[in-house]
């Protein structure tokens, strides 16, 4: 039995600068923002194992998860004509709260030996994940002169629950003491129900605004199945997979009569060679893989957070597609190199801005990119200084290329970039203390140059009771120095 429970916070000073350009000028908006938010959070996970015989074992797992997150957030802007002098300005402020419920159980079946002398292992999983989020918005409008002229309020209240069933069962079988082959199928069922009521207002109250709510069911069902072969002699080795999966969803919008009925069927081959010589070891891999969109960007839902901006989902989004090549080496007790290149299909791009210059609207959502390609380069080491320290390293250098050709729009956007990561580790008898300090490059996504960041971390653990339970304590940020600070030059936004 394992428990957990957190209580972080976290506090942010924000401003934004945008241009609208219309023919009856220019128009600047300079925003500053402060928010803080805090989440109290609770888990659980508990199991049981009975051994039926030698050859067969059932276990049990069961987990959940309670989460309570409030956040709140003000900011001021300022309206601007073309030679910057202020014309106007309006206040924003939000409060959100999140209640959040997960359960979720797992029956795991194991019997060795069971058909033609190989194991087989049947899984069942069970998630049910709740929530429910309320989003207040008040917006203030002064002239220029500090009088207020109108104010707005509206509540956005969003239900979400979904249920997650899993089936699978995979069969492992060692030919001989060199080779071995695995198989298996698995299916998955996922129904998704969400809601957004939106409500303005008016005269003393909130009142229901149909036209601004939606509900919004998503079924899924993914089947797949695979196989794979494993072999080694002398001092080689290599596994060879495929894997073949059939996907089917079925999004509704029952508010707008929106349904997004779509099948979709691909493989995914992978293979993995490697080679000893001594004690170092030099492979090469190559994998296809398949990354979906989550559920709730798929709500075709407005969320208001100003009279100026709003985010809102993306029914259509289609899952992105990788291919990997990798080739790396292993030296014991010196480093581990790898090198490789991937490239990505219909990148699913989140928080995608577009404005329009004529209504000062700025809307976030997300999309699906054409392509994403990486070359990248990582190095890592490890040395023991002595008994009571050891100290690692990581370097991470790669160069991002977008092409996100949208809207009838072919632009490439290109950055080499690398992160670097430092870990000191000290032990002094029931303590464990670890130093860590991280530093992150100039990088880009599709539309934002990111500055760079860096922060220290500071951890330290205490075993109790002869090491069968432990105390731990975390320090994040130490020096305050981790900062998102990004710029947009994108198009026709500039921020």
Do not use: C
Not at 185 to 192: K, L, T, Y
Not at 228 to 239: A, L, M, Q, R, V
Request: charged share 20%; aromatic share 16%.
């Amino acid at each position: 039995m394992n428990t957990n429970f957190s209580n972080p916070k976290r506090s942010d000073v924000g401003t934004a600068y945008r241009r609208f350009i219309t023919q009856d000028g220019t128009t600047y908006f300079d925003e500053n923002s402060n928010s803080f938010s805090r989440k109290k959070n609770y888990s659980f996970l508990g199991g049981a194992e009975y051994l039926i015989d030698k050859k067969n074992i059932i276990q049990l797992t069961v987990n959940g998860y309670l989460g309570r997150n409030k956040s709140l957030f003000s900011s001021e802007t300022v309206v601007s004509d073309e030679q910057y002098k202020r014309d106007s300005l309006f206040k924003t402020f939000n409060t959100t709260s999140v209640n959040t419920q997960r359960l979720g159980g797992n029956v795991n079946y194991i019997s060795k030996k069971l058909l033609m002398n190989g194991d087989v292992v049947f899984n069942y999983d069970y998630l049910r994940f709740s929530s429910k989020r309320e989003l207040t918005n008040i917006s203030q409008f002064y002239t220029n002169d500090l009088i207020n002229t109108r104010n707005e309020q509206n509540l956005t209240i969003n239900p979400l629950d979904i249920d997650i069933n899993i089936l699978s069962l995979d069969y492992t079988k060692e030919i001989d003491s060199t080779q071995s082959v695995e198989a298996g199928f698995r299916s998955s069922f996922v129904e998704n129900k969400n809601r957004s009521e939106f409500n303005d207002f008016l005269n003393g109250g909130y009142v229901f605004n149909q036209t601004k709510s939606d509900h919004f069911i998503y079924n899924e069902n993914i089947n797949s199945v695979y196989g794979s072969w494993s072999k080694k002699w002398n001092t080689w080795s290599i596994k060879a997979g495929l894997r073949f999966e059939n996907t089917h969803v079925k999004g509704n919008s029952l508010a707008s009569n929106l349904v997004n009925n779509r099948t979709l069927s691909q493989f995914f081959p992978s293979f993995f060679a490697q080679k000893k010589v001594g004690e170092n070891e030099y492979y090469f891999s190559y994998g296809k893989r398949i990354q979906r969109p989550n559920y709730q960007s798929l709500n075709p839902f407005r969320f208001y957070y100003g009279p100026y901006n709003y985010t809102v989902g993306n029914p259509y989004l289609n899952p992105e597609i990788t291919n990997q090549f990798e080739i790396g080496a292993v030296l014991p007790r010196i480093i581990s190199l790898s090198a490789g290149f991937s490239r990505t299909r219909d990148v699913i791009q989140s928080e995608y801005t577009t404005q329009d210059d004529i209504t000062k609207i700025t809307t976030s959502s997300t999309i699906n990119l054409s392509r994403y390609d990486r070359y990248f380069l990582s190095a890592n080491a490890e040395q023991s200084v002595n008994s009571w320290y050891k100290v690692s390293e990581s370097l991470d250098s790669y160069i991002d290329i977008y092409h996100p050709d949208i809207e009838n729009i072919k632009i490439t956007r290109s950055q080499p970039a690398f992160d670097f990561n430092l870990t000191n580790a000290f032990t002094f008898d029931k303590y464990l203390v670890q130093l860590q300090g991280s530093f992150s490059s100039v990088f880009i996504d599709a539309q934002t140059t990111y500055k760079p960041s860096g922060y220290v971390n500071l951890a330290i653990k205490r075993s109790l009771f002869g090491k069968k339970a432990f105390l731990f304590l975390r320090m994040t940020d130490l020096f305050k120095t981790q900062y998102s600070r990004g710029a947009v030059d994108f198009q026709n936004q500039f921020f």
